[in-house]
């Protein structure tokens, strides 16, 4: 049974970092290096939106409002990926949500992340 499990999510100030992690299970290592992951987020009374993808081949794309403080990677060997998350702003509060795709897709239950004074 596939699982994703992020981690990683809190309370920070403006200009703070956090580093969120996805553990995904019920994946052999070759199965989940062939998957595509993302990172989304939601945020109060707005639509989900993606915040960053990288392929099986390790390209990324990033949301035009995260480009040059946030970086998607990942570990197959540990079959998880990351979001690093600097000088983060209040706009950033949501909860951060991660996505498996192949030909069909496995979220996660998300985690929450709060920018505030």
């Known amino acids: 049974q596939v699982q994703l499990v992020e981690s990683g999510g809190g309370l920070v100030q403006p200009g703070g970092s956090l580093r969120l992690s996805c553990v995904a299970s019920?994946?052999?290592?070759?199965?989940?290096?062939?998957?595509?992951m993302s990172w989304y987020r939601q945020a109060p009374g707005k639509e989900r939106e993606l915040v960053a993808h990288?392929?099986?081949?390790?390209?990324?794309t990033y949301a035009d409002s995260v480009k040059g403080r946030f970086t998607i990677s990942r570990d197959n060997a540990q079959k998880t990926v990351y979001l690093q998350m600097d000088s983060l702003k209040p706009d950033d509060t949501a909860v951060y949500y991660c996505?498996?795709?192949?030909?069909?897709?496995?979220w996660g239950q998300g985690t929450q992340v709060t920018v505030s004074a």
């Open positions: 019920g994946f052999t290592f070759s199965t989940f290096s062939i998957y595509a």
């Open positions: 990288i392929t099986s081949v390790a390209t990324t």
């Open positions: 996505r498996a795709l192949r030909n069909i897709a496995f």
